[in-house]
């Protein structure tokens, strides 16, 4: 009579292999055999996330100050509110490239070039507005993209991706509410 086992050769089974693993290294961490060869990819593009991130705390925070017009009071106060959550999620990226053994690259002096999204020093209220819903659509793309591309190879990094992008289309949505005639 055959095992159960050996009768469904498709049964989830753990490995061994990567449990034992899981026992050495503790110096790595969280980081584990099951984080497979994509690690240094994911904290790749979490560091370029991260970037996008600061770029943006940084146009919302200069459009917060040089906000003016009779509906301006509202839209600056929006816009700290979008720098502060902005500023939210670089730190919360910052710590999982921590947790997944890598280094957060804060330089400014790479920071543009990094992001996805643009610096803008626009004064006009509505090209503000506009500009920033541009930047946000792009980050609603970028985090789909990024969900997508790591899928299972990272389910901690995927879930702070689906809640940043949670926050990035609630902000779309805000902005483009402003723009409204």
Not at 77 to 93: K, L, P
Request: net charge negative; charged share 30%; with cysteine.
């Amino acid at each position: 009579m055959k095992t159960p086992q050996k009768d469904m050769p498709n049964e989830l089974m753990l490995n061994e292999e990567g449990l034992k693993a899981a026992r050495k290294s503790l110096d790595d961490g969280a980081v584990t055999p099951a984080y497979g060869p994509h690690r240094e990819a994911i904290i790749k593009l979490l560091n370029d996330s991260l970037a996008t991130e600061l770029v943006c705390v940084l146009r919302y925070k200069r459009h917060h100050f040089m906000a003016s017009g009779l509906a301006s009071p509202k839209i600056a106060e929006e816009f700290m509110v979008h720098a502060n959550e902005e500023s939210a999620h670089a730190d919360r990226i910052a710590k999982r490239i921590v947790q997944l053994g890598g280094e957060p690259d804060f330089s400014p002096s790479t920071l543009l070039a990094r992001s996805h999204a643009d610096y803008d020093e626009s004064n006009d209220l509505k090209t503000m507005l506009r500009v920033n819903l541009i930047a946000e659509r792009v980050a609603v793309e970028t985090y789909h993209q990024m969900i997508a591309l790591i899928g299972d190879k990272d389910s901690t990094t995927r879930r702070m991706l689906e809640d940043i992008l949670a926050d990035e289309e609630e902000h779309a949505d805000e902005l483009a509410d402003w723009l409204e005639p």
